[in-house]
């Protein structure tokens, strides 16, 4: 591989895991510019979509492009920093293409830092605090520890299932506030079920791509930015739907 | 006011922060910085803030934190920007204004317009909040998150 091809291949990788791990565009523009410069292109364009990345390298005589997709937003900010990092030393120590192709297959290879079921419990102690928050009882509470557990752990398998977002997120939302609603009710809880149900189903709420829709927007990275706020008023209207779905069925039931 | 009730601001963060795969030498600061978030928060309400012009004053603290912290632990800067203003979302307020709509289908019409009213009201100030929220965590960041970066490390991090 030559050396612009190098460039070219290693700066869209870093596009594509910045991309992948909820990175917002200005990031991911700035940090391909830099590995390609890194590597040695002389001048290098960048093109951003939601779901692709793509680079112009110039060195020369040379030119190349090339394209990737890269459409899903997991988010993984341990990917960004590990990121970060690479290209920065790159930038320093002018580390070769060799080493940087070895560093990115580590990155991308790494997986996630915690284990599942710790993430889902931290996920229902994060329903409770949200809970006690916004004032609810410690009956009120541990239901919706209960109902923000239960439903990371849906999300998360109806996720790994690959169904689209609607489906993954009205569901959690669903069996959380089922979990909720039907407890209150067995409990016999009225004044605080409120700050339960609505803290048991923030954990679907889609907090970083909201974040980077308005950072595009604020950076006049107009499409990308209104794609990721879209996708957020989708996840949001699906919540709704479930959480709406369950308060209706528990209200029936009672 | 009660001082005590931020401190489950903390305990809040933690779960998000864990999704998001920060590294775990980061989860003490990301739950002081949430901590800090919402007592400024709350002190701005004391004051007769509204909730979105708190929000935003709260959050615009996350952002500068996650500026000068992130360069100086050599982190990504979304890290400390965006996991700390999770608990600061308006849930009951957005939670108040679904029902309210789901109210509407129940077809009372002597309590619709007072119905209307609460739902209006409730989703106003959940979407400007949520507004404040993105808008101050990020801002920062892109206004002067490169030249703090290069005063503390002298490094290009964003």
């Given at each position: 591989?030559?050396?612009?091809?190098?460039?070219?291949?290693?700066?869209?990788?870093?596009?594509?895991?910045?991309?992948?791990?909820?990175?917002?565009?200005?990031?991911?523009?700035?940090?391909?510019?830099?590995?390609?410069?890194?590597?040695?292109?002389?001048?290098?364009?960048?093109?951003?979509?939601?779901?692709?990345?793509?680079?112009t390298v110039v060195a020369g005589d040379e030119k190349a492009t090339a394209g990737r997709h890269a459409g899903h937003f997991?988010?993984?900010?341990?990917?960004?920093?590990?990121?970060?990092?690479?290209?920065?030393?790159?930038?320093?120590?002018?580390?070769?293409?060799?080493?940087?192709?070895?560093?990115?297959?580590?990155?991308?290879?790494?997986?996630?830092?915690?284990?599942?079921?710790?993430?889902?419990?931290?996920?229902?102690?994060?329903?409770?605090?949200?809970?006690?928050?916004?004032?609810?009882?410690?009956?009120?509470?541990?239901?919706?520890?209960?109902?923000?557990?239960?439903?990371?752990?849906?999300?998360?398998?109806?996720?790994?299932?690959?169904?689209?977002?609607?489906?993954?997120?009205?569901?959690?939302a669903f069996v959380s506030a089922l979990i909720v609603a039907g407890g209150g009710e067995v409990l016999g809880l009225d004044?605080?079920?409120?700050?339960?149900?609505?803290?048991?189903?923030?954990?679907?709420?889609?907090?970083?791509?909201?974040?980077?829709?308005?950072?595009?927007?604020?950076?006049?990275?107009?499409?990308?930015?209104?794609?990721?706020?879209?996708?957020?008023?989708?996840?949001?209207?699906?919540?709704?739907?479930?959480?709406?779905?369950?308060?209706?069925?528990?209200?029936?039931?009672? | 006011?009660?001082?005590?009730?931020?401190?489950?601001?903390?305990?809040?963060?933690l779960g998000f922060a864990l999704v998001f795969s920060v590294p775990r030498r980061t989860l003490p600061a990301i739950v002081?910085?949430?901590?800090?978030?919402?007592?400024?928060?709350?002190?701005?309400?004391?004051?007769?803030?509204?909730?979105?012009?708190?929000?935003?004053?709260?959050?615009?603290?996350?952002?500068?934190?996650?500026?000068?912290?992130?360069?100086?632990?050599?982190?990504?800067?979304?890290?400390?920007?965006?996991?700390?203003?999770?608990?600061?979302?308006?849930?009951?307020?957005?939670?108040?204004?679904?029902?309210?709509?789901?109210?509407?289908?129940?077809?009372?019409?002597?309590?619709?317009?007072?119905?209307?009213?609460?739902?209006?009201?409730?989703?106003?100030?959940?979407?400007?909040?949520?507004?404040?929220?993105?808008?101050?965590?990020?801002?920062?960041?892109?206004?002067?998150?490169?030249?703090?970066?290069?005063?503390?490390?002298?490094?290009?991090?964003?």
């Amino acid at each position: 591989m030559t050396d612009l091809a190098d460039a070219l291949d290693l700066s869209l990788e870093v596009g594509e895991l910045i991309q992948l791990s909820g990175g917002h565009t200005t990031r991911t523009i700035d940090s391909m510019e830099r590995m390609a410069a890194a590597l040695g292109a002389q001048e290098s364009h960048v093109a951003i979509s939601s779901v692709n990345v793509a680079i112009t390298v110039v060195a020369g005589d040379e030119k190349a492009t090339a394209g990737r997709h890269a459409g899903h937003f997991g988010i993984n900010f341990n990917t960004l920093t590990q990121i970060e990092r690479l290209v920065s030393e790159t930038e320093v120590n002018r580390l070769a293409p060799a080493q940087v192709r070895s560093r990115l297959t580590l990155i991308r290879n790494a997986g996630r830092i915690y284990p599942v079921w710790v993430v889902m419990l931290a996920l229902g102690g994060s329903s409770a605090a949200f809970a006690v928050l916004f004032g609810a009882s410690p009956a009120a509470a541990s239901l919706a520890f209960l109902g923000g557990w239960a439903g990371a752990w849906v999300r998360h398998m109806l996720v790994a299932r690959r169904l689209q977002p609607f489906v993954s997120v009205s569901s959690a939302a669903f069996v959380s506030a089922l979990i909720v609603a039907g407890g209150g009710e067995v409990l016999g809880l009225d004044d605080t079920l409120t700050a339960a149900l609505a803290a048991s189903t923030l954990f679907v709420v889609p907090g970083v791509p909201m974040l980077n829709g308005t950072a595009d927007l604020l950076t006049a990275h107009y499409l990308n930015g209104m794609v990721k706020l879209a996708m957020s008023a989708v996840i949001i209207v699906a919540a709704a739907v479930g959480l709406s779905l369950a308060v209706s069925l528990a209200g029936a039931l009672s | 006011m009660n001082w005590v009730v931020s401190i489950w601001a903390g305990v809040a963060v933690l779960g998000f922060a864990l999704v998001f795969s920060v590294p775990r030498r980061t989860l003490p600061a990301i739950v002081v910085i949430a901590i800090g978030a919402h007592l400024v928060r709350s002190v701005c309400l004391e004051l007769g803030a509204t909730l979105p012009t708190a929000s935003l004053v709260a959050a615009i603290g996350v952002g500068l934190a996650a500026v000068i912290v992130a360069p100086v632990t050599h982190q990504a800067t979304p890290i400390f920007a965006f996991a700390p203003v999770i608990p600061l979302i308006p849930g009951t307020y957005m939670f108040n204004a679904l029902t309210g709509v789901l109210d509407l289908t129940t077809g009372h019409a002597t309590t619709t317009s007072a119905i209307v009213d609460t739902a209006v009201v409730d989703a106003s100030i959940a979407t400007l909040t949520i507004v404040a929220l993105a808008v101050g965590a990020i801002s920062p960041t892109l206004l002067v998150g490169r030249h703090v970066a290069r005063l503390l490390v002298n490094s290009p991090e964003e």
